[in-house]
């Protein structure tokens, strides 16, 4: 992933909150840390003692999904790297509720905030620092209130609040000029006050739970999307290999004769719904013969479907399979990734590693457009 830059678009999914604008109360600046015993990704539970010796501690609330957050990773990394052997201990806390993520706010990740999807994120990205899982009860978010993520909490060795805010002044780090975070950590150890004590944080906001109900709603409008399905003779399909759309294409060959193509087409639906808002769009081409349309457009009716779906409109398949890929030999499910210049940049014959394919999707977007 590119962390060079950030683009303004990602902040779309984000927002720049005051701290009043939140649901729970903010910590307040001289409070004591509350105590929490949380199930960490490491596969044991972290509690409030086990911090007991270091002279400050930093509490920083966090997700997975939140392009924000993504983008301050390597500077939490290494914060945490310079500021161990000084006696100072890191603890990342999700506050989200899992259930409470729409789809369409993944736009910028490869993963939401499960517990399982944090382990995947911190192997990933090899995190030093533990990391831990808040998002069925969020009972301890609650009682530090933080509004976005990336928020921190920074206490004193007698573990009173003395810095809650931002971690730094910009979420591009060519542009950064105060380091809120940092100054804080080095005015405690030197026994005096931090320069700046409280500032108002950029990020996404919170998913606190009760967002279920918005969740189902927003589900239940994408299942109400009108599906259809278009006859591709070679024309068609030597056009959607070239794609000139402006976006990255997912082709996804398949028939409903191929358990493996049945068996993953959720996924293919899904990932849809997570990028489609972005420069990305997915096309499934049914090999089935022309006059299985009615079971086709069945079948995709029954998923759900609203991306733009062809059927082979000939029964002579081999022409057709040729002017999309003369080298392909027609097997199923047969998946690709092209991008706007019409580059191959993933390519499946057979049953796809989704989590594989949204890592190469949201590089390649971020990539084109920073975010």
Not at 252 to 260: D, E, G, M, R
Request: glycine letters at 4%.
């Amino acid at each position: 992933m590119n962390r060079s830059t950030i683009a303004a678009i990602g902040t779309a999914v984000c927002l720049v909150a005051p701290l009043a604008a939140q649901t729970f109360p903010t910590l307040p600046l001289g409070a004591s840390a509350p105590d929490f015993n949380l199930p960490g990704v490491d596969g044991r539970n972290w509690a409030l003692k086990d911090f007991a010796e270091a002279k400050a501690l930093v509490v920083l609330f966090t997700c997975n999904h939140c392009p924000t957050a993504q983008y301050y990773e390597e500077r939490i990394k290494q914060i945490a790297s310079d500021y161990k052997p000084r006696g100072v201990a890191l603890v990342a806390i999700s506050p989200n509720d899992p259930k409470s993520v729409r789809l369409d706010e993944l736009g910028w990740s490869d993963l939401s905030d499960s517990f399982a999807e944090m382990k995947l994120r911190a192997e990933e990205r090899a995190f030093n620092f533990p990391y831990l899982y808040d998002g069925d009860a969020e009972a301890v978010s609650r009682l530090y209130g933080p509004v976005v993520t990336p928020h921190a909490f920074v206490f004193d060795a007698g573990r009173k609040l003395r810095y809650v805010g931002a971690i730094d002044d910009s979420e591009r780090i060519q542009h950064v000029k105060k380091h809120y975070l940092r100054d804080a950590l080095e005015a405690l150890l030197a026994g005096k006050e931090p320069p700046v004590a409280q500032t108002k944080v950029v990020g996404c906001s919170v998913k606190w739970a009760g967002k279920e109900s918005q969740v189902r709603a927003y589900m239940e409008k994408l299942a109400a999307e009108p599906v259809t399905v278009a006859k591709a003779d070679a024309d068609t399909l030597r056009a959607l290999r070239k794609n000139d759309s402006g976006k990255f294409r997912l082709v996804n060959f398949w028939a409903t004769w191929c358990a493996p193509c049945v068996a993953e087409f959720d996924d293919f639906v899904t990932v849809n719904r997570m990028y489609r808002h972005r420069d990305f769009e997915l096309v499934t081409v049914s090999i089935n013969r022309p006059d299985e349309e009615k079971a086709v457009l069945e079948f995709l009716k029954k998923r759900q479907a609203s991306n733009r779906n062809l059927l082979f409109a000939s029964a002579d398949r081999e022409p057709l399979i040729n002017a999309f890929d003369p080298a392909w030999q027609g097997e199923v499910p047969y998946t690709l990734l092209i991008n706007p210049e019409g580059k191959i940049i993933y390519s499946e014959k057979g049953s796809v590693d989704f989590l594989a394919l949204k890592r190469t999707i949201v590089k390649a977007m971020n990539e084109r457009k920073p975010w």
